[in-house]
């Protein structure tokens, strides 16, 4: 195919200070592809990048390009990934990391802290973060950082996989087993997925801390609600386990008074898995812990999880449509945005479409 040598792009320039502008076509290395970009969803932590609450770590530096919740199709191959069977008219996802390959972390498959993270030079990439992603009409990523989408499942259904598959791994670090009740913190998209992706491992009791139209979605996706407004969540949570608390608690609202809060409804021995990022770190009640030997676990990303979210969402055993509330071309960002931020019409997922509207 011959792709046009300049494309649309979202541009980050500085602080908030973004448009949409036309820039050069990337051109592939040998184990990358050129995807067509068909949907990009906005992730929670794409504001954030916007504003700039991580100077000089995402991005590294400007004008940038971000997004790196997205799905296209396969316009061009470099060499080595033509090899390994990514052709052109593959439709496929893709997700933000794509790890060296070769460290210490790589080879145990927790390319997520790839010891070289942050050097480009070095093999290393996050799209959207510090890597250009995929606020554009084409994408040039690794074929290490893409999954093939079956025909049976739209674009934009798959372009969920990342944060679908990044509560996946939520959940499934909190060792939850059938039949256990959990406790999750937070009714923002990756607390609704969770909640999604509890029910479907088997989960007992699936507790959703919230407030306002979020937490009533949680409910309707099958969680017994507490409203963090009106109750204190840790009382709650122990009247109704009988005192004992619960062994698999998420925390995916990203306060330092969630944080704590999880720390103390957990049951003994019980696991705290934490996706959330709070701007300052909690005070932890670490004699509790000890004693009743209760585990944090810190999550990042979604290593070796995103072919499982794909199985899940084939086989029917999550629904995401309840999720999926609005789309906008990507020239109108500006509004895509506004409308995820303050939340309006219920918005949840927000999609933007990078080529125009179907």
């Known amino acids: 195919m011959n792709l046009p040598q300049q494309m649309d792009a979202l541009v980050l320039q500085g602080v908030r200070d973004f448009a949409i502008e036309r820039v050069q076509v990337p051109v592939p290395d040998g184990d ?8 990009t969803y906005i992730c929670g932590t794409d504001p954030h990048i916007i504003a700039g609450d991580f100077p000089g770590f995402w991005p590294t530096a400007f004008p940038f390009i971000p997004g790196h919740e997205w799905s296209g199709t396969i316009v061009h191959s470099g060499a080595k990934a033509a090899q390994l069977g990514w052709h052109e008219g593959d439709r496929v996802c893709g997700i933000s990391h794509c790890g060296c390959g070769y460290c210490k972390m790589c080879m145990k498959g927790r390319y997520n802290i790839c010891l070289n993270y942050g050097h480009e030079e070095r093999g290393h990439r996050q799209y959207g973060h510090y890597t250009p992603g995929a606020y554009a009409q084409y994408m040039r990523t690794s074929i290490k950082s893409i999954f093939k989408v079956p025909d049976e499942m739209s674009l934009e259904y798959a372009a969920c996989v990342d944060p679908l598959s990044i509560a996946l791994y939520t959940v499934k670090r909190s060792r939850m087993e059938p039949g256990d009740d959990i406790l999750i913190l937070g009714t923002g998209p990756q607390g609704l997925m969770a909640v999604l992706c509890a029910k479907a491992l088997g989960a007992g009791r699936i507790f959703a801390a919230g407030s306002g139209e979020r937490l009533k979605k949680a409910e309707e996706l099958g969680a017994i609600p507490i409203n963090y407004r009106k109750e204190d969540i840790v009382e709650k949570v122990k ?13 995916c609202a990203g306060t330092a008074q969630s944080i704590q809060q999880a720390c103390l ?7 705290v898995s934490v996706i959330g990022i709070p701007h300052s770190d909690p005070s932890l009640p670490l004699k509790r812990m000890v004693l009743d030997e209760v585990e944090l676990v810190g999550n990042r990303a979604n290593p070796n999880t995103a072919q499982e979210t794909i199985d899940l969402l084939l086989n029917g055993r999550i629904d995401l449509q309840p999720l999926m509330t ?5 020239k109108e960002f500006k509004t895509a ?3 995820f931020e303050q939340r309006k019409e219920g918005a949840i ?10």
């Open 265 to 271: 409804a957990v049951a003994k021995g019980g696991v």
């Open 239 to 251: 009247d109704l386990t009988h005192g004992r608390g619960i062994p698999a608690v998420l925390e």
């Open 32 to 39: 990358e592809v050129i995807c067509k970009v068909d949907t």
């Open 337 to 339: 945005l506004d409308t």
């Open 326 to 330: 609005h789309r906008f071309a990507l």
């Open 349 to 358: 997922k927000v999609a933007t479409k990078p080529n125009g509207m179907d």
